[in-house]
């Protein structure tokens, strides 16, 4: 493996170490579309980047992407808290409106630049080796030096919060009574999801950015039992798919993205098919009631209690 190879695979497996402390409270939560919205949802900030400072630099057009991200995931969140609307439809709701707007800014005010999410901010993660920066006298990959600094703020977010996200994600109306105010930490998980998708769509590109983040989730979600667990095998899955598709993407000569998207798929297959809440469990035991949530008991099935 020569450098630029473990580059590539340091970046991934930095984008699946921030994806997978983030992403287990996204698919608790049934909001597993918040990283598909928020990579549409970023059209009209790269527009007012273009239309205030006319630049399609990477560092402004950034900027305005994460303002607008933080922007629909905040109107996601004020969707939801009405109680009208479940998660699911509030994401449908905002996002499509956001990428309208971008979608009427260019056609308005830049048709005639060759605008688009591809050439401002979907990267390709096979070129992170050749984006560098000089840290301490060493040339490291701008994308790794990023994303190194998203994983340390999700970590300190998660670990400082972990009690209170545990107890909000699982029991929202306990966290309110007890005063864990639920929405400021809603809020504040979104926005951080919000900043770890943009900083990484422009290294590795959406699509392995929306794979990380709910992918391997979901395949912790099979196999575990407890929230640490699932975090855990969460960021586990996220650095199989990001060395083993880099592996099989070198071997076909195929694209490296797609490639540790469909390693990643493959073990939530997996997962799906060994896992005890799986269809052969189903089809082993019968009729007999397979648990679907952390702690219920098969024999005496009753509320779910907290996950360690």
Do not use: Q
Request: net charge neutral.
């Amino acid at each position: 493996m020569t450098a630029d190879d473990l580059t590539i695979v340091l970046v991934a497996g930095l984008t699946a170490t921030a994806c997978g402390l983030l992403g287990p409270f996204l698919v608790l939560r049934r909001m597993a579309l918040l990283a598909d919205a928020v990579s549409h949802a970023v059209l009209p900030g790269i527009v007012a980047v273009w239309l205030i400072a006319e630049t399609r630099a990477p560092v402004p057009v950034v900027a305005g992407a994460a303002a607008f991200a933080v922007l629909c995931v905040l109107g996601i969140d004020a969707v939801r808290a009405t109680g009208l609307v479940a998660s699911d439809a509030a994401i449908a709701l905002v996002f499509p409106a956001l990428f309208s707007l971008g979608v009427l800014g260019i056609t308005r005010y830049a048709s005639d630049i060759h605008l688009d999410l591809d050439s401002t901010i979907y990267g390709e993660i096979a070129f992170t080796p050749f984006d560098v920066v000089t840290v301490g006298g060493v040339d490291l990959a701008r994308s790794g030096v990023v994303l190194t600094v998203v994983v340390l703020l999700n970590l300190i977010l998660v670990t400082a919060l972990w009690k209170e996200l545990r107890a909000t994600t699982f029991d929202p109306h306990f966290g309110r009574v007890t005063g864990l105010r639920p929405r400021l930490l809603s809020r504040l998980l979104l926005v951080a999801v919000a900043i770890t998708a943009v900083s990484a769509f422009e290294a590795v590109g959406a699509i392995l950015v929306v794979t990380m983040l709910i992918v391997p989730a979901a395949t912790a979600f099979l196999v575990t039992r407890s929230l640490a667990a699932m975090v855990a095998v969460a960021v586990a899955v996220g650095w199989v798919g990001a060395v083993a598709g880099h592996v099989l993407a070198l071997t076909f000569d195929s694209s490296i993205a797609g490639a540790m998207g469909l390693v990643c798929t493959a073990c939530f297959v997996v997962a799906l098919v060994a896992s005890p809440r799986g269809p052969v469990a189903r089809l082993l035991r019968g009729r007999r009631r397979v648990p679907e949530s952390f702690g219920e008991d098969v024999d005496n099935p009753g509320p779910a209690p907290s996950p360690r």
